[in-house]
């Protein structure tokens, strides 16, 4: 399947992404393997009322085979002012496919005041200038059983604090 998401042109294949996320434990992804606060509070955030992703990234998610609780790398950055209550947060997501296009530099809508999103390899520098030759890998249990390629969706999203516990 073939998809345009701003300046990205991606391939994927969403039944082999969504047959590679239910083979893994619950706490494999990032939220729930850490129990640390910053891990705890995006979880518990995102089990409350707040959705922390726009609707047309939910939508992306979706038609990649993406679980929207499916993030493989959470980190917390920083509160987004002292006595906020919001905080930035970075992470990804891991699809089975190909970038097909990309922009040959960082991306526009990479804005660390609003929610932005980014394609890149896994473990890929966040804000990457990069070739579409430069993305052939296959790597990382168990997505390498399909000896496919891999593809992360980073992504940079603001979240209220929502533990009782204080930083």
Known sequence: MQLSVGPWVITAD????????????PETGAVGGCDCDYCRNFAAASGQSF??????????????????????????????????????????????GRIDTAPAERPE????????????????????????DQLDFS???????????????GFLVHVPWVLRETL
Request: hydrophobic letters at 35%; charged letters at 15%; proline letters at 12%.
């Open 14 to 25: 969403p039944v082999k992404t969504r047959a590679a996320y239910a083979g893994l434990a």
């Open 51 to 96: 959705v922390p992703y726009p609707a047309f990234f939910l939508d992306t998610l979706q038609s990649l085979g993406i679980p929207s609780q499916g993030e493989m790398d959470v980190t917390h950055i920083c509160e987004t002012a002292p006595g906020s209550g919001v905080h930035l947060y970075d992470g990804c997501f891991h699809f089975i």
């Open 109 to 132: 809508n990479v804005d660390p005041n609003q929610f932005s999103f980014w394609f890149g390899p896994p473990d890929w520098p966040r804000f990457p200038p990069y070739t579409t």
């Open 139 to 153: 790597r990382l249990e168990p997505y390498s059983d399909y000896a496919a390629r891999i593809v992360q969706l």
